[in-house]
């Protein structure tokens, strides 16, 4: 089965919370929703989002890089997303931009994985058209924009499991935002791997159904099954 990238992603591990299923989840977790995950870089280093002075304090603190240093941050990413590297939100089009940022800016950092999200032909062409209003016609929303692209990538190495995503105005939520490792255990006989993510596609599909049906009461979005896959973050890795 051929899979096809959504983007590469920058996701800092999350410890796991009181609110989560101890005994299903590992103690740490990496997903690409900013409901659990911290995702470098925040949205704020683009110039165009307001609101941001707090944030941006909070944010050069946790970097502990000056207000020059994230003025030079805030241009590159401009840049990036300027020439279709990065997207909006808080995602890369190109694996080396993503690179480039965590050895500029968090190598200080602990805990940061570097990981492609990857989806099915069958279920890009849904992403595709479901999502095309915002993708072709805002030209902003960055997961659309990299689908568009078509870059396969071969799964087999790196990958830490698969993940029931559910895309909801150009950002994702989990499974685990809406406890649905409780349901997927329960009444689906899924066994989650060390990682916290389904072993296979195939019951990654049938979590992902389950997740879409709306009597289920989980976030409405399009939910999908997604690999994910671990990268090196040297530029000299595969």
């Not at 009181?18 to 704020?44: A, G, R, V, Y």
């Not at 830490?160 to 939520?173: E, Q």
Request: net charge negative; with cysteine; proline share 3%.
């Amino acid at each position: 089965m051929e899979f096809y990238v959504g983007g590469y992603y920058l996701i800092e591990g999350a410890s796991i919370e009181n609110w989560m299923n101890k005994d299903l989840l590992p103690s740490q977790i990496f997903t690409p929703s900013s409901c659990i995950c911290n995702l470098h870089p925040e949205d704020i280093c683009l110039s165009w989002v307001t609101d941001r002075n707090e944030t941006i304090t909070a944010y050069t603190k946790k970097l502990s890089i000056t207000k020059e240093q994230f003025e030079e941050l805030q241009e590159n990413i401009d840049s990036s997303f300027n020439t279709n590297k990065y997207g909006w939100i808080q995602m890369f089009l190109e694996v080396d931009e993503a690179r480039k940022y965590y050895k500029k800016w968090l190598t200080n950092i602990p805990d940061i994985k570097l990981v492609a999200i990857a989806t099915s032909k069958e279920h890009r062409e849904i992403f595709l058209t479901e999502e095309k209003s915002e993708g072709e016609n805002l030209g902003a929303c960055g997961n659309w924009l990299m689908l568009e692209k078509g870059v396969s990538i071969d799964i087999n190495q790196g990958l830490l499991g698969y993940d029931v995503l559910g895309f909801d105005v150009c950002a994702f939520h989990s499974f685990i935002c809406n406890s649905l490792e409780n349901d997927f255990a329960e009444k689906l006989g899924i066994k989650f791997n060390k990682s916290g993510l389904i072993s296979s596609f195939s019951e990654a599909t049938i979590a992902a159904d389950y997740a879409q049906n709306p009597d289920v009461g989980a976030e409405t979005a399009l939910w999908q099954p997604w690999a994910i896959i671990e990268l090196s973050k040297n530029h000299s890795g595969k």
